[in-house]
C-alpha cells in the first residue's frame, strides 16, 4: 500500500481513537492507529493470560517432578504477574500419573491475593478432592471429537457432557466458579480435520450447563490463522465473544499467529504456558502450548496490557528448564537470555 493511502487510511482510525478515548499516551495511540491500518479491526486494550505450565505443561513430562518445584514454579508465575494460574488437575493418578500430588501441590502454594488457581476436574470425583483442597475454581474439559474424547476421558461427548451436568450444579452450590474446555477444534489426532460447527456445538453445551468461559483447544497445534478464524467464528454465532478464550498449541509453529487471530476477532483471553511446555498425553506428537513468554512479547508490542514483567517471566522460564534439564520452547525467552549474555539491550516494549 502506498503511503498516502496508508495515511488516508490512518486518519479516520486516529480520529475514531480519540473520540472514543480509549487510549492515553501518544505511543498507545500510534500502536492503535497502526493496528487499524495493519488489520482493519481494533485489537483489545487489555488481555487476560491464563497461564497453563504447571498443569498443561508438567501433565506431559516423563521424569518425576517434585512437589516443591511445582509450588515454586507457580510461586514465581504469580511474582512475574501472571493473575491465572492453572495450578494441577483432580484426574485420574492411574490415567496422569504426573499430577499424582495435586492435592499437595494445591495446598502449598502460597496463595497471593488477587490471584486465581483453577484446576481440573474430569468428574464429580474430581471435584470433590478439588473442593476438599481449597480449590475456588475448576475446568471441565469435553472434545469435539468423538474418538479424543473416548482416549482422554473414556466416554463419549454427550457422555461427558451428561457428567459435566451434575459437576457444573455441584460446584455452583459451593460457589466454586467452572471454566469449560473444548478440545480438538480444528483437527483431532484421531480423525484428522473437525468442523467448526462441531467444536462450536460443545462450546455452545458448556456455556449452556455454566461454564463462566469456554477455552477453545487446538490441541495439536495444527490450526492456521484461515482454520482457527473459521472455527472462532463459528463460536462466536453461538456463544459470546467475550466468553471464548484461546488456547493454542505451537506444534506446527502457528500459535503466535492463531494468537493474534484470536485478538483480532476481539477474543482476550489467551491461554499459554510457561517455556511453551506441554502437550496432552492422549494426544501423541503435540508439543507445548505456545509459549507465554512469546504471547506477551507480542501483546506488548501492539501496547496491549497484560500485566507480567518480562524480565521475571523469562527469570522463571530458565528456572523450569533448569529444573526439567530441557532446553526452552520460547523463542522470546531463548533470545532474551541470549542478549542478556552478551548485555544488549532488547527491543522489547513494556
Ligand atoms: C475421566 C477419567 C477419571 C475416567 O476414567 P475411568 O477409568 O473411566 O474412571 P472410573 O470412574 O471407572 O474410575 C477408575 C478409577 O479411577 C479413580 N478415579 C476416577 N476419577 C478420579 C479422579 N477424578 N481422581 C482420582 N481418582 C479417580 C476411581 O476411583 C477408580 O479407582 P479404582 O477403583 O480403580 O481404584 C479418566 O479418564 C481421567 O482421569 N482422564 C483425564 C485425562 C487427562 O487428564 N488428560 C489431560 C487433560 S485434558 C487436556 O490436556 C486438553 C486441554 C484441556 O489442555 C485442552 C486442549 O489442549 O485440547
Same mark, same amino acid.
Given at each position: 500500500m502506498s503511503f498516502s493511502r496508508s495515511l488516508a487510511r490512518l486518519i479516520p482510525a486516529v480520529k475514531e481513537t480519540i473520540r472514543n478515548g480509549q487510549f492515553l499516551s501518544q505511543e498507545r495511540l500510534l500502536v492503535t492507529s497502526a493496528q487499524g491500518v495493519l488489520f482493519g479491526g481494533e485489537l483489545p486494550g487489555r488481555v487476560t493470560i491464563v497461564e497453563v505450565g504447571p498443569r498443561d505443561g508438567l501433565q506431559n513430562e516423563k521424569q518425576a517432578i517434585p512437589t516443591r518445584t511445582k509450588v515454586e514454579l507457580i510461586d514465581r508465575l504469580g511474582r512475574a504477574g501472571l493473575k491465572v494460574i492453572e495450578a494441577t488437575s483432580f484426574v485420574s493418578p492411574k490415567w496422569v500419573p504426573q499430577l499424582a500430588d495435586s492435592t499437595e501441590v494445591f495446598q502449598q502454594i502460597p496463595k497471593r491475593p488477587h490471584i486465581r488457581y483453577p484446576v481440573l476436574t474430569p468428574n464429580l470425583k474430581g471435584l470433590q478432592r478439588a473442593i476438599a483442597a481449597g480449590a475456588k475454581e475448576v475446568a471441565i474439559f469435553a472434545a469435539a471429537s468423538e474418538t479424543f474424547s473416548q482416549r482422554n476421558i473414556n466416554c463419549s461427548i454427550a457422555e461427558s457432557l451428561k457428567r459435566f451436568e451434575e459437576v457444573v450444579e455441584v460446584a455452583k452450590e459451593a460457589q466454586v466458579a467452572v471454566r469449560g474446555y473444548v478440545s480438538c477444534v480444528v483437527g483431532c489426532p484421531y480423525e484428522g480435520a473437525i468442523a467448526p460447527a462441531a467444536a462450536a456445538d460443545v462450546a455452545a453445551r458448556l456455556y449452556g450447563l455454566g461454564c463462566y468461559e469456554v477455552s477453545m483447544g487446538d490441541t495439536n497445534g495444527v490450526g492456521t490463522p484461515a482454520t482457527v478464524a473459521a472455527m472462532f467464528k463459528e463460536c462466536a454465532n453461538a456463544i459470546p465473544v467475550k466468553a471464548i478464550a484461546a488456547h493454542m498449541h505451537d506444534t506446527y509453529g502457528q500459535? &503466535? $499467529? +492463531? *494468537?493474534?487471530?484470536?485478538?483480532?476477532? #476481539? !477474543? $482476550?483471553? !489467551?491461554? $499459554? $504456558? !510457561?517455556?511453551?511446555? #506441554?502437550? &496432552? /498425553?492422549?494426544? /501423541? #506428537?503435540?508439543?507445548? +502450548?505456545?509459549?507465554?513468554? @512469546? *504471547?506477551?512479547? %507480542? %501483546?506488548?508490542?501492539?501496547?496491549?496490557?497484560?500485566? *507480567? @514483567?518480562? @524480565?521475571?517471566? *523469562? @527469570?522463571?522460564?530458565?528456572? !523450569? &528448564?533448569?529444573? %526439567?534439564g530441557r532446553s526452552s520452547g520460547s523463542h522470546v525467552a531463548q533470545a532474551m537470555l541470549a542478549a542478556r549474555q552478551r548485555k544488549e539491550p532488547t527491543a522489547m516494549m513494556s
Open positions: 500459535g &503466535c $499467529s +492463531n *494468537v493474534l487471530t484470536a485478538l483480532q476477532m #476481539g !477474543i $482476550s483471553t !489467551i491461554d $499459554s $504456558s !510457561i517455556a511453551g511446555l #506441554g502437550g &496432552c /498425553p492422549y494426544s /501423541p #506428537g503435540a508439543s507445548g +502450548n505456545v509459549a507465554t513468554e @512469546d *504471547v506477551v512479547y %507480542l %501483546l506488548s508490542g501492539f501496547g496491549i496490557e497484560h500485566g *507480567v @514483567d518480562m @524480565d521475571s517471566l *523469562v @527469570d522463571t522460564s530458565a528456572f !523450569i &528448564c533448569k529444573a %526439567l
